[in-house]
């Protein structure tokens, strides 16, 4: 059953709105949406919006998610950092492609649940840490890839030292109203950045 609600959402949501990357399509076909919601919202993971995942997050919407992965063009060989792990989700697509994701939650109780299923599932290349999104992951730096599932109220500059030159990075950003960013880090102080579409996240948080 899950099987074919998967292509389904793959079908209507992203292959309908435009998903092309071959990459990002096997990555939804293969990661089981379902496994990373709340037991009520099961029967609704497949569905075209976010769900609620405890301690006031959400997963996002698949569309919007395959989207920013397609934007950032992640191939085999990249190293991605992920703030906002949530349930887990977006990290488990991502690592479908990268060589390695290295994912933040600031929330203690979804980090342990994320860390929990993610390890129960098998995913080996993908590191949960309990750590600040602001202040990104030094440790591991720099990035090819930044992904941010949270919105912060203006472009964390943290994160932005912490991408390689020839980078990509992309952010929610804003309050009320929320627009999508795109980086490009072309030199050692030199960005190239893009507005697209405008979205709705949750606020990112210290």
Same mark, same amino acid.
């Given at each position: 059953?899950?099987?074919k609600l998967?292509?389904?959402?793959?079908e209507n949501?992203?292959?309908?709105?435009?998903?092309?990357?071959?990459?990002?399509?096997?990555?939804?076909?293969?990661?089981?949406?379902?496994?990373?919601?709340?037991?009520?919202?099961?029967?609704? *993971?497949?569905?075209?919006?976010?769900?609620?995942?405890?301690?006031?997050?959400?997963?996002?919407?698949?569309?919007?998610?395959?989207?920013?992965?397609?934007?950032?063009?992640?191939?085999?060989?990249?190293?991605?950092?992920?703030?906002?792990?949530?349930?887990?989700?977006?990290? *488990?697509?991502?690592?479908?492609?990268?060589?390695?994701?290295? /994912?933040?939650?600031?929330?203690?109780?979804?980090?342990?649940?994320?860390?929990?299923?993610?390890? =129960?599932?098998?995913?080996?290349?993908?590191?949960?840490?309990?750590?600040?999104?602001?202040?990104?992951?030094?440790?591991?730096?720099? =990035?090819?890839?930044?992904?941010?599932?949270?919105?912060?109220?203006?472009?964390?500059?943290?994160?932005?030292?912490?991408?390689?030159?020839?980078?990509?990075?992309?952010?929610?950003?804003?309050?009320? /109203?929320?627009?999508?960013?795109?980086?490009?880090?072309?030199?050692?102080?030199?960005?190239?950045?893009?507005?697209?579409?405008?979205?709705?996240?949750?606020?990112?948080?210290?």
């Amino acid at each position: 059953m899950f099987e074919k609600l998967r292509e389904s959402m793959v079908e209507n949501q992203l292959l309908y709105r435009g998903i092309k990357d071959s990459k990002v399509i096997a990555a939804f076909l293969e990661v089981e949406r379902h496994l990373f919601v709340e037991k009520e919202e099961v029967e609704f *993971a497949y569905n075209d919006y976010p769900l609620p995942i405890g301690s006031g997050q959400t997963i996002s919407q698949p569309y919007i998610v395959a989207y920013m992965m397609e934007k950032l063009k992640i191939e085999k060989n990249d190293i991605v950092l992920e703030v906002g792990a949530g349930s887990g989700y977006e990290a *488990a697509l991502i690592s479908k492609i990268a060589k390695q994701v290295i /994912t933040l939650e600031v929330n203690f109780d979804l980090y342990l649940k994320s860390k929990e299923k993610l390890n =129960y599932l098998g995913y080996e290349n993908i590191e949960v840490l309990n750590k600040n999104g602001f202040e990104g992951y030094e440790e591991k730096a720099p =990035y090819d890839v930044i992904i941010v599932s949270a919105a912060p109220s203006e472009i964390p500059q943290n994160l932005i030292k912490q991408l390689k030159i020839g980078g990509r990075m992309i952010v929610p950003v804003g309050r009320f /109203t929320q627009q999508l960013f795109y980086i490009e880090k072309n030199g050692r102080d030199k960005f190239l950045i893009t507005a697209l579409a405008y979205v709705k996240f949750v606020p990112m948080i210290k």
